[in-house]
C-alpha cells in the first residue's frame, strides 16, 4: 500500500519545477506588450539653451602685444646657433682652455657641467632651445646666475665660440 502512494509525489515535484522553470523564463514575456514606459516624457533627449552652450568669454582679459622678439639677453645667459647635443662638447672644451676652471663632474644626459670658477660652484648647463641651444648658469638651488664669478665665465666661454 505504501508503494502506490509514493509513485505520484516523484511526478508531482518533477511537474512543481517544470513549472517553475517555465514561468521563471517566460514571466518576462507578459511584459512585451506593454509599452506605456516609451511614451513617457523622461525619455525625451535632453535639450541646452543656447547661452548654456558654451561659456561666456565677452568679458575675458586680453593678453598685450609684446613688441619684442626675445627676452633681452644677460650676462649669466647665451644664445648658441647649434643645437645643444652639438654644443655640450664644445663648451667641454671650452671649459677646459680657460684658466682657473675646475670642472668637479659632468653631467651628459643633462648637458651640464659642475664647475668651480672664482672660488664659486655653480652648474652650466646647455639647454634645447628654438633655432639652437642657450648657455646657462645655475646656482645649487637651481637660480639663474648672471653675476660675478659665473657672469664673467659664462662671457668666456661665449667668446670662445
Known amino acids: 500500500m505504501t508503494s502506490k502512494t509514493r509513485a505520484p509525489r516523484p511526478l508531482l ?9 517555465v514561468l521563471a ?8 506588450h506593454k509599452s506605456d514606459y516609451k511614451a513617457s516624457r523622461e525619455a525625451n533627449p535632453l535639450e541646452v539653451p543656447p547661452d548654456l552652450d558654451r561659456p561666456d ?3 575675458a582679459t586680453s593678453l598685450p602685444v609684446s613688441t619684442s622678439v626675445s627676452a633681452p639677453r644677460s ?12 654644443a655640450y662638447p664644445k663648451v667641454g672644451e ?11 663632474g659632468r653631467a651628459e644626459a643633462l648637458y651640464s657641467y659642475d664647475v668651480t670658477y ?6 652650466v648647463r646647455v639647454l634645447d632651445s ?5 648657455l646657462v648658469a645655475l646656482s645649487s638651488d637651481g637660480r639663474l646666475l648672471n653675476t660675478g664669478a659665473a657672469g664673467e665665465l659664462m662671457t668666456a666661454i ?4
Open 25 to 32: 523564463t517566460g514571466g518576462c514575456g507578459w511584459l512585451r
Open 75 to 86: 650676462s649669466g645667459e647665451g644664445r648658441l646657433a647649434i643645437a645643444a647635443a652639438e
Open 13 to 21: 515535484l518533477v511537474g512543481v519545477a517544470a513549472m517553475a522553470i
Open 57 to 59: 568669454t565677452s568679458s
Open 130 to 134: 628654438a633655432g639652437g641651444s642657450r
Open 94 to 104: 671650452a671649459l677646459a682652455s680657460i684658466e682657473g676652471v675646475v670642472v668637479n
Open 118 to 123: 672664482k672660488g664659486e660652484s655653480f652648474l
Open 158 to 161: 661665449k667668446a670662445k665660440f
